[in-house]
């Protein structure tokens, strides 16, 4: 028997006619079932949530947003990779967990570019740099200084292995010339738990994970990975203007379906997804928790897997790291 992967490489990637559960009259006619990867809290989980009212309305059915975190992102995704081609799994994915992770794996579990079809950019976010309130850091130079100060002996925290914010991390751990123990959580809400505990010395995460912590005054906000200042944080500096000038990292988010998803579906999706961003309200709403708000085109959407699939694979390289 012929399975699904063997006719998609064997026809080279080109969609194959869909069976007729695949090609409903209109779409969606039931719920549609949006997957993560990562728990609840984290950057993942806040720009499913906050689309969804805006999707639910396009779609005039209900979007349920499913949890499954582990392996930093990629047992979502490999749900999504082996998924039925009809539209009603879809995925809201990382960089890392769709691009940066399975071709670390010992074996892959997928094919990133054969084995999913990359749909429509939701938004993309800028990482902070964060430390407890006890931290002896109040600056990003006094956290170097501290850390170079205490070689071996500080920690910082991740929502898994070759995730953005484990390579942020230690990307700056190299460059700076750090000594730090990386400590990966199942998703980012987990990890923020620790360093409000004063557990964790450093985080670079996503910021609309910890905007609200910051503004509460809960954590020390000491840099951004952007080039440029962040608009919500205009008093936070970046790291590139910390002493790192080359220093720029983010994490996008980004609506994926099985491989062999039929054009109709991944247009209604960029469709629902360009109107919730054009709303004036939503869009100030993502704005102020933190993201760039995405949109765009599936070509757009497939062109940044790409890019950022071979941009990741040197970082990770470099800093060889491998997912055990």
Known sequence: MISR???WAATGGLALPMPAWAQPAAYPTRTVTLLMGFAPGGGTD??????QPALQEDFGHPVAIESRPGGSGTI???ANARGRPDGYQMLMTTVSASAVVPPTMKPPPFDIIADQTAVVLAGTVPLVAVVPLDSPAQDFPGFIAHARANRGKLNYSSSGVATQQHLAAAALSFAAGLDMTHIPFRGTGQAVNEILAG???IAIDTLPTYLPHIRAGRVRALATTLPQRVPTLPDVPTI???GFPDFDAAVWYMVMGPPGLPSTISERWVQAVNKALADPGLRQRVLDAGYIPGGGTSADAAALLRRDAAKYAEVIRRANITFD
Request: charged content about 30%.
């Open 240 to 242: 590139a203007e910390s």
């Open 5 to 7: 992967r063997s006719l």
């Open 199 to 201: 557990r964790i010395d």
């Open 46 to 51: 806040i720009i499913s949530r906050l689309l």
């Open 76 to 78: 979502a995704a490999t």
